[in-house]
């Protein structure tokens, strides 16, 4: 794997791309156990939507796997805890879908900031995976925020 190029024009060594990519890691898993959470609060609201947000949630939880092999082929220690993503606990309203966009969109904007000082399958696995699912993930959740 080639090295990520860092702020000063030097390489990013891979030690800091592995703890680059647990920062990014933690933050799936606690994306994964907030749309888990999300779905069983629904009670059956949201109807067409609801496919969608399994469909998030089957999204993250692919990006976990994805994350964790990039972490093990660059050699690092693949964290095992969730960080936090969101003060939402019920996907009931439109408050909660607004968190759930809220923390999305975060996500997309960490994954664009780091997109400069990621190389090789890291960069593609970011630019070509994570940032585009993240604007989906955007997209319809401002569509079903505005059908709420």
């Not at 069983?40 to 994350?67: C, K, M, N, W, Y």
Request: proline share 1%.
């Amino acid at each position: 794997m080639r090295r990520a190029r860092s702020g000063q024009g030097g390489v990013m060594s891979q030690q800091k791309q592995a703890e680059r990519l647990n920062a990014f890691l933690r933050a799936e898993l606690a994306a994964v156990l907030a749309y888990q959470h999300a779905l069983r609060s629904l009670d059956g609201r949201l109807g067409d939507g609801l496919e969608q947000i399994r469909g998030f949630a089957a999204a993250h939880q692919r990006t976990v796997a994805a994350l964790q092999g990039c972490i093990h082929t660059l050699g690092g220690v693949v964290a095992a805890e969730a960080g936090t993503w969101g003060s939402f606990a019920l996907l009931r309203d439109a408050v909660s879908v607004q968190e759930l966009l809220g923390a999305e969109e975060r996500g997309l904007t960490e994954y664009e900031a780091a997109l400069p000082f990621l190389d090789g399958e890291v960069r593609d696995l970011v630019e070509h995976e994570l940032i585009p699912r993240q604007r989906k993930h955007v997209a319809t959740l401002t569509r079903l925020l505005s059908n709420i």
